[in-house]
């Protein structure tokens, strides 16, 4: 999960520079059938690509060119090649090309550097397309996937594990403190959104909606979106004897409520040029680039570590979770999560295991407080 987060907080403002100076748009007009650039086109036309949410598929978009761009000895590139003839050693070959790069320093010094996650995102992606093309067309893409069982490691040998960066619960006081004073409320009652509900910061800012909070048929409800895994579920907002789980954000989505009718929850803070209404965080184009600098300059004014991140909130809550004692069934009913890998025992997910985690965490907290004071 957090590797996951980090990988993508990297390689999609990476592609979307490339993109921007026509680096993924190298793929010629003819498209010869049974070659790569094929295959790559028969991924995105399937149902399958339709079901993958638009942060992965950007993130393949970016491995497939990136892989098909690369130009062979021969000077043509790999896309144009007939999958027919790769093999497993044609395939680690090019991904060992892929894993570094040459640039030149400011004295025109050739400067080696591995790019890991890069290549493989790509191989991840051509995979991906491998699998879903032979399903597609068994004709013409061989049984065989090249891409398969690669040994891709996340580190170079020796390489120390990258902590993701974890915002406290004081991290997140002092960030919501200053968020308000900077004239972003909606920045501040979203990172409590993500701390309590264990939301991606995309599904904050571009899945929760108004019609999700408290609507007339489930009024003591909010529904929770992960549009990464497909899951949602909805979640409790009062326990058995009726007291509120989430008293300060109840309170300030409660107002959000009154001046908004639909759409999006969370709205920029100020008018825009080109619209009466405030506009969403999230662009058109899924894109969070502008909430991010917003969110280091809320950091920086909160004297907080640079390295914090919006997503350092989710991340504290999940922390948070485990210093409460939730169990696996706990964590998992909050974090929806549905894969062995992420979290070791699978339970049913039901409304008492939310309210017995909220519980927890809460009353966790509150302790912590105290013995801080």
Avoid at 5 to 19: I, K, Q, T
Avoid at 68 to 93: C, E, P, Y
Avoid at 153 to 170: F, S
Avoid at 315 to 321: A, M
Wanted: hydrophobic content about 40%; glycine content about 6%; some cysteine.
């Amino acid at each position: 999960m957090a590797a996951v987060d980090r990988a993508e907080n990297v390689l999609l403002p990476a592609f979307d520079s490339w993109r921007s100076r026509g680096l993924t748009d190298m793929v010629p007009a003819a498209v010869t059938p049974g070659s790569f650039d094929w295959l790559a086109g028969v991924f995105k036309a399937h149902q399958k690509w339709k079901e993958i949410d638009h942060k992965t598929q950007r993130l393949y978009e970016q491995g497939l060119s990136l892989f098909a761009n690369h130009r062979l000895k021969d000077g043509t590139r790999t896309g144009s090649k007939q999958i027919s003839d790769f093999t497993k050693g044609f395939v680690d070959a090019v991904y060992a090309k892929l894993l570094v790069v040459e640039d030149k320093d400011a004295d025109g010094n050739v400067v080696r550097r591995e790019r890991r996650r890069f290549a493989n995102a790509a191989m991840v992606a051509c995979r991906r397309a491998w699998f879903v093309g032979q399903r597609a067309d068994e004709k013409r893409v061989p049984a065989i996937n090249p891409f398969s069982r690669m040994g891709l490691k996340a580190r170079a040998p020796g390489q120390a594990v990258r902590e993701t960066p974890t915002a406290t619960w004081e991290d997140l006081v002092a960030f919501r403190a200053a968020a308000k004073d900077l004239g972003y409320r909606s920045v501040a009652t979203a990172s409590l959104v993500t701390w309590e509900w264990l939301q991606r910061e995309e599904h904050v800012f571009g899945a929760f909606e108004i019609a999700h909070y408290r609507p007339k048929e489930r009024p003591n409800s909010v529904k929770i979106v992960h549009p990464k895994n497909g899951e949602e579920a909805w979640w409790p907002l009062f326990d058995e004897a009726g007291e509120a789980l989430f008293p300060e954000l109840m309170a300030e989505l409660d107002e959000i409520k009154k001046t908004t009718v639909s759409g999006l929850v969370f709205r920029r803070d100020h008018a825009h040029r080109r619209s009466r209404t405030p506009l969403p965080w999230i662009t058109d184009k899924k894109d969070l680039r502008y909430l991010r600098d917003v969110v280091k300059e809320i950091i920086r004014s909160a004297g907080l570590r640079e390295e914090l991140s919006f997503t350092s909130f989710r991340h504290g809550g999940f922390t948070e979770g485990a210093d409460s004692d939730l169990t696996d069934a706990e964590l998992r009913a909050a974090g929806r999560h549905r894969s062995a890998r992420q979290l070791p025992t699978y339970a049913k997910r039901t409304r008492k295991q939310l309210i017995s985690g909220t519980k927890k965490r809460r009353e966790e907290r509150t302790k912590t407080a105290g013995l801080s004071e």
